[in-house]
T-cell receptor, first 110, second 115 residues
């Protein structure tokens, strides 16, 4: 079945770039997503990328998609303390439902 | 205005009780979902309704029964609560179809604790 994998933790210094990686298995995924969950809060869509794109940039966020390797990454430039959260990668399955990774907790060091 | 709202935000109850969590969306979306987020933060879909009709029902105990009185509401009723039901439950909604990338909007979550 479909599977989405992410590292559970990432620790970076404030001001550095954060790169969160994700691998997925369903090559028919049409959209791939990054969601953010702040402590005690719900999930918020950060960005998504259509499967025929290689890169999408939105202010401090850059999404890179390598379809051959089924690898998706989220780069956050100039990481701030407000970026502390859990970041979820998700893909759509053949029924267009979301398949989720376990989430990567981003820890910001001063 | 809150797009997807859930009540209550926190729910503490004893084993064996029956409880409900309510969800409402004011986005005019056709599809609503319930997710369970376990202690390891893993999100698992439980149910999905499209225009009040059940379209996804994952392997969930039949103690869990979703109810959709109209397409803006999807409530989750749980009978005979067990310790393992303790989790955060998220409601979400989306406009069906691919035009908007099936973006799901999430509620704030309901933290259920079964004692």
């Amino acid at each position: 079945g479909e599977d989405v994998e992410q590292s559970l933790f990432l620790s970076v210094r404030e001001g550095d770039s954060s790169v969160i990686n994700c691998t997925y298995t369903d090559s028919s995924s049409t959209y791939l997503y990054w969601y953010k969950q702040e402590p005690g809060a719900g999930l918020q869509l950060l960005t998504y990328i259509f499967s025929n794109m290689d890169m999408k940039q939105d202010q401090r966020l850059t999404v890179l998609l390598n379809k051959k390797d089924k690898h998706l990454s989220l780069r956050i430039a100039d990481t701030q303390t407000g970026d502390s959260a859990i970041y979820f990668c998700a893909e759509t399955d053949s029924n267009y439902q979301l398949i989720w990774g376990a989430g990567t907790k981003l820890i910001i060091k001063p | 205005d809150t797009a997807v709202s859930q009540t209550p935000k926190y729910l503490v109850t004893q084993m064996g009780n029956d409880k409900s969590i309510k969800c409402e969306q004011n986005l005019g979306h056709d599809t609503m979902y319930w997710y369970k987020q376990d202690s390891k933060k893993f999100l698992k879909i439980m149910f999905s309704y499209n225009n009040k009709e059940l379209i996804i029902n994952e392997t969930v105990p039949n103690r869990f029964s979703p109810k959709s009185p109209d397409k803006a509401h999807l409530n989750l009723h749980i009978n005979s609560l067990e310790l393992g039901d303790s989790a955060v439950y998220f409601c979400a909604s989306s406009q069906s179809g691919l035009a908007k990338g099936n973006e799901q909007f999430f509620g704030p979550g309901t933290r259920l604790t079964v004692l």
